[in-house]
């Protein structure tokens, strides 16, 4: 049986009628999508959209990348398990021994991977949870503007208001800290919170986790030193507390290498990853634990999808296509440095400032009125990209990785002239 797309007149006017009002990227992009390739796609009318909000980031390796798409239709139709619970099978143990062998076992990391349910809420559900257990404290420590998921637990340990806002319950256990650079360059947010975790009368209870993002993706792009998030780590051993990085949106390659914070000298004790993992969209959460931390009862954590084996064989081939070497990696590497300079070189037009880290960007522009405004031109003119921060101030890229470097800057000229128009300027020809 195929579904036919030509007996039904597919119509905007059945999601207003059907589909529940919380949607909300439809509201910025308001055409009917059927097709994507790489970092392309396409409305039901035939136009191209340049792809730079990329599922936030769900899409580092583009819409149904060739090879990807290629194991995934040989293994459906070889009738591979395509629903197992957490049961083993085939795909899942070729997930798990090429991650352990070309990411963890290189990067010198030992790590156990527990399969959470597909979303990165519930990767973020089993670390709270995980941390909670070891530790058998209840406080977790997350910072201003982070962002980790609207389930109940999850939602306590994000800032955003928003979406604070629809719990109808309190949220509770969670403790905020100012992050890196909150409160300008001069005041070293790390020292105050270990200043009041080692006070008795500080008000924090000894915590369990300190959870952080070394990018925070939807809460404005701000990037966390190195030495602060080493500081962190630090006050996390220091006061019994495992230190989690939640690197769902800055991991599989966003911020340059597989991990947002290779280089930096961290050992998280827990990782979540979500997002890019299966490298084709489908959904797939994991969090990693060190391996003294792994004290689960079988089926504490339970969840009927824990296991998306068709994301366990688009995931082994993306970490076999991308991460077998560091070509990727390096051509990643390349492609920020050119982002970088051209956003720089509107940002210095207009005195914007760039955020983020590798092809995890955006610009500051003040209010959340002027960011949309530019976005919507970008729409109208074939680019879709959104928002993020507090107030939504940023205009945030997102671009695939594997863009060609043609697509990227044709994309950027758009997001150039948006910025032009709004900001009453003229484009200032560089050559
Ligand atoms: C850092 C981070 N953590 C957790 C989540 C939640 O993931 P999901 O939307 O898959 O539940 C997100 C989603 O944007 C995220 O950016």
């Given at each position: 049986?195929?579904i ?9 006017a059945?999601?207003e ?74 795909a ?10 070309l ?13 959470t ?26 910072f ?14 994000t ?16 403790t ?18 270990d ?14 986790a ?68 299966s490298?084709?969209?489908l ?32 995931a ?15 051509e ?70 594997t ?29």
């Amino acid at each position: 049986m195929t579904i036919s797309k030509t007996n039904r007149p597919a119509s905007i006017a059945t999601f207003e009628r059907v589909e529940s009002q919380v949607r909300s990227y439809s509201r910025s992009f308001p055409k009917m999508f059927d097709k994507a390739v790489g970092a392309t796609i396409y409305d039901i009318e035939g136009r191209a959209y340049t792809d730079f909000l990329a599922g936030c980031s769900t899409l580092n390796y583009g819409h149904n990348d060739p090879d990807l798409k290629a194991a995934l239709v040989d293994y459906i139709s070889a009738d591979g398990i395509a629903h197992g619970l957490d049961m083993f099978t085939d795909a899942k143990e070729g997930f798990l021994s090429t991650f352990d062998r070309l990411i963890l076992k290189p990067r010198k990391m030992d790590y156990r991977v527990q399969m959470t349910g597909p979303t990165g809420a519930n990767a973020v559900e089993a670390a709270m949870k995980l941390a909670r257990k070891v530790t058998g404290r209840n406080t977790i420590i997350a910072f201003t503007n982070g962002f980790h998921g609207v389930t109940l637990g999850a939602l306590a340990a994000t800032g955003n208001g928003k979406h604070r806002g629809g719990a109808g319950t309190p949220l509770s256990g969670v403790t905020r800290a100012a992050f890196d650079g909150y409160y300008g360059p001069d005041i070293d947010t790390a020292q105050l919170l270990d200043r009041q975790l080692s006070d008795p009368s500080g008000g924090i209870d000894a915590p369990a986790a300190i959870l952080v993002e070394t990018v925070q993706g939807e809460g404005g792009l701000n990037a966390a030193s190195a030495p602060w998030l080493r500081k962190i780590e630090a006050i996390a051993r220091k006061h019994g507390a495992l230190f989690i990085i939640d690197d769902i949106q800055a991991g599989c390659g966003r911020t340059g290498g597989f991990f947002s914070f290779e280089g930096m000298g961290l050992s998280p004790d827990i990782i979540t990853l979500a997002k890019s993992l299966s490298g084709m969209g489908l959904p797939m959460a994991v969090t990693l634990m060190r391996p003294q931390y792994d004290v689960w009862k079988p089926a504490e954590h339970n969840g009927t999808f824990r296991g998306n084996n068709h994301a366990f064989v688009t995931a082994q081939a993306a970490l076999e296509k991308f991460w077998a070497d560091d070509a990727f990696e390096r051509e990643v590497a390349a492609k920020a440095d050119d982002l970088g300079s051209r956003l720089q070189a509107i940002a210095d037009r207009y005195d914007l400032t760039v955020m983020g880290r590798g092809m995890m960007r955006g610009l500051k522009v003040g209010t959340g009125q002027l960011a949309a405004s530019i976005c919507r031109t970008c729409f109208a003119n074939g680019l879709i990209i959104e928002t993020s921060g507090s107030h939504d101030e940023v205009v945030k890229i997102l671009a695939p990785l594997t863009i060609s470097n043609k697509q990227l800057n044709d994309g950027l000229d758009i997001l150039e002239d948006a910025f032009d128009a709004a900001l009453g300027a003229h484009r200032i020809a560089a050559e």
